[in-house]
T-cell receptor, first 115, second 113 residues
Framework: DADVTQTPRNRITKTGKRIMLECSQT?????MYWYRQDPGLGLRLIYY???????NKGEISDGYSVSRQAQAKFSLSLESAIPNQTALYFC??????????????FGPGTRLTVL | QKEVEQDPGPLSVPEGAIVSLNCTYS??????FMWYRQYSRKGPELLMY????GNKEDGRFTAQVDKSSKYISLFIRDSQPSDSATYLC?????????????FGPGTSLSVIP
């Protein structure tokens, strides 16, 4: 089984709808991240969490919110989806100490299309 | 100026060729330099990393860091069709828990049999 799983893998929705993307991990990592990937722009950090009580905004958090339900679960919500949020979304996890706090393990991604 | 710049390609080479992928950066605080490989419809996976300057070799892959020029490279020898993927460079200062990893946009590589 995959260490980092994301659901759904694909989603098509309409402008104004509320969407939740879910991420679960079995790596036992405290750190979890949400990124979006756009052609030519690479991976951009939306939110990150170092534990259940520590949530931080990334560089592009506007229009998004997150919930860390447990060490292993980290959800990303789009309260009112808009077309420019169409992108590939990745969840990632990371360890602590030395290189472990730099290396990240990515899920398979969720392709979101907002019409 | 972006913190990390990378030629997006696409790059197409014949099987067996030597491939050179490069990134430049602007933040002199970066200490960890990573290369991730991303296959189509998959998440990125760490391929190699280097701490500070120097070279690191792993099989057909060699990572080089030149901190004086703020330039990193990944060389692939005897390239194979299975190397066809997008390669993302990534960097971090890695000194504190809040130091983020900054990713380049990725270079798309196709190795033609």
């Amino acid at each position: 089984d995959a260490d980092v799983t994301q659901t759904p893998r694909n989603r098509i929705t309409k402008t104004g709808k509320r969407i939740m993307l879910e991420c679960s991990q079995t790596k036992g990592h405290d750190r979890m991240y949400w990124y979006r990937q756009d052609p030519g722009l690479g991976l951009r950090l939306i939110y990150y969490s170092f534990d259940v009580k520590d949530i931080n905004k990334g560089e592009i958090s506007d229009g998004y919110s997150v919930s860390r339900q447990a060490q292993a679960k980290f959800s990303l919500s789009l309260e009112s989806a808009i077309p420019n949020q169409t992108a590939l979304y990745f969840c990632a996890t990371g360890g602590v100490g030395g290189f472990s706090r730099t290396e990240q393990f990515f899920g398979p991604g969720t392709r979101l299309t907002v019409l | 100026q972006k913190e990390v710049e990378q030629d997006p390609g696409p790059l197409s080479v014949p099987e067996g060729a030597i491939v050179s992928l490069n990134c430049t950066y602007s933040n002199s605080a970066f200490q960890y330099f990573m290369w991730y490989r991303q296959y189509s419809r998959k998440g990125p996976e760490l391929l190699m990393y280097t701490y500070s300057s120097g070279n690191k070799e792993d099989g057909r892959f060699t990572a080089q860091v030149d901190k004086s020029s703020k330039y990193i490279s990944l060389f692939i020898r005897d390239s194979q069709p299975s190397d066809s993927a997008t390669y993302l460079c990534a960097m971090s200062a890695g000194e504190t828990s809040y130091d983020k990893v900054i990713f380049g946009p990725g270079t798309s590589l196709s190795v033609i049999p």
